[in-house]
């Protein structure tokens, strides 16, 4: 019996190409049968095309999701993992409800989503994973942490047990520098929950025999771990969690069981081979003439050789009349193409000129990345994103909002194999 997946916020379908492969492989042990994507800041819903394109014949909902749970419950099937990279906000706790279901947070916050299938589902599935940026570890700024703690105590107290990593995948010779958090979450019922619950060496499993640890691994933490509690009620989480401190208390790895956590800084410790920037390029005469970049454009005022470049200048705020002294330094022009590229960002389509979308010089002149080459540096299949409703700056868009599918990829194949039995996948 094949793995049962539910993705949420499912964007163009990235967890589901990770897991499943595309086109599916047929010895997969991974089966999505149910999907979310919803974007509340737009009227057209662009990125559900692209998704039922790639999936004609997928059960795919493209409804908002929280409405979803709150009418149409039902909907959401069975399932033995829970997959969505969702939204950064602040998930502080507003308020308890007057029943025994526990607590919600703000309206519109996205991890409450998950938090009440999972509170809500008679048979909650066995494990969860999830993807987001980074600063979710040390946010929000006036109360380093809070919002992670929240989460952590959450599904604690959901019964679940999680390890985290922060993963840049460039560090695995992926042709990318994308930082982003992952974690993993193991329900008390399964034999991954019992095996972190009974491991007496907690760097043992960090660095050596957590999900994290086989797929992506790390120099030996040798007792640099540091240690932590937290409550279980999420109100007193969230209003007292390591409240006047400077620095969040977790750092780029850890795990947690029974309201304790462990959490370590890591250093990778791969031996393969790396891709660069150079190695996704498209050949010059497929790049459609709209690209390149004019000299023009690199020497007009504000261009690109100006956005790109160090500044050290006055500038003027209309707004609240005053001067003040605006400096920056210089950024690589064109980008290094013996290197992992930089982080593609939401705003790299366009032609205008911008201080953060990639330039490359190939045969003399300057371009910007086209499409395929976006989606090549995401590890996604070429061409996944075209649509014929679908512009290149919102395929570039879709890419900035993406996760490195090869992340994916070998999570889902190490999990699956540190998982004891596929086949009793449901538990009370």
């Given at each position: 019996m094949p793995i049962k997946v539910i993705e949420l916020f499912a964007g163009v379908g990235g967890f589901r190409i990770g897991l499943e492969g595309y086109p599916k492989e047929k010895k997969s042990p991974y089966e999505v049968i149910?999907?979310?994507q919803w974007e509340p800041s737009t009227k057209t819903?662009?990125?559900?095309?692209?998704?039922k394109k790639r999936w004609p014949h997928a059960n795919h909902s493209e409804e908002n999701i929280e409405e979803v749970i709150e009418h149409n419950f039902d909907e959401i099937p069975d399932h033995d993992l829970l997959v969505g990279g969702f939204p950064c906000q602040d998930y502080s706790v507003a308020t308890t409800l007057n029943n025994s279901k526990g607590l919600i947070g703000k309206k519109g916050v996205l991890w409450w989503s998950i938090e009440a299938i999972l509170r809500k589902k008679r048979y909650r599935p066995k494990y969860l994973l999830l993807e987001n940026v980074d600063r979710l570890l040390k946010s929000p700024s006036t109360q380093r942490g809070r919002d992670f703690a929240v989460m952590l105590s959450s599904l604690n107290n959901l019964g679940y047990a999680v390890e985290w990593r922060v993963i840049n995948a460039a560090d695995y010779g992926m042709p990318q520098r994308r930082r982003r958090i992952f974690f993993i979450a193991y329900h008390r019922n399964t034999p991954m929950y019992q095996k972190l619950k009974k491991s007496t060496s907690k760097s043992d499993w960090l660095d050596s025999y957590g999900t994290f640890a086989k797929a992506f691994p790390i120099e030996t933490l040798n007792g640099t771990i540091t240690m932590g509690t937290f409550e279980k009620d999420l109100v007193k989480v969230s209003d007292t969690f390591n409240l006047n401190q400077k620095f969040s208390p977790f750092k780029n790895c850890g795990l947690m069981v029974e309201g304790q956590f462990w959490t370590a800084k890591p250093y990778p410790a791969y031996k393969g081979e790396f891709q660069v920037l150079g190695d996704i390029l498209v050949a010059p005469e497929a790049v459609p003439e709209a690209f390149f970049i004019s000299q023009e454009d690199v020497d007009r005022k504000k261009g690109w050789k100006y956005l790109k470049g160090a500044k050290n200048e006055?500038?003027?705020n209309k707004k609240f009349?005053?001067?003040y002294r605006?400096?920056?330094?210089?950024?690589?022009?064109?980008?290094a193409l013996d290197k992992a590229s930089r982080t593609i960002i939401t705003g790299e389509g366009g032609k205008s000129p911008s201080r953060f979308k990639h330039v490359v010089k190939q045969n003399g002149?300057?371009?910007?990345l086209t499409p395929v080459e976006l989606e090549k540096l995401n590890m996604f299949p070429e061409n996944h994103t075209e649509h014929e409703a679908?512009?290149?700056?919102k395929r570039a868009f879709f890419m900035g909002n993406a996760l490195v599918v090869g992340i994916i990829k070998q999570l889902g194949k190490e999990l699956y194999s540190q998982i004891d039995s596929p086949k009793k996948a449901l538990v009370d």
């Open positions: 149910w999907s979310n819903q662009h990125a559900n095309r692209v998704y006055s500038r003027y009349g005053f001067h605006y400096s920056e330094g210089r950024m690589v022009f064109p980008d002149r300057l371009r910007r679908i512009t290149d700056a």
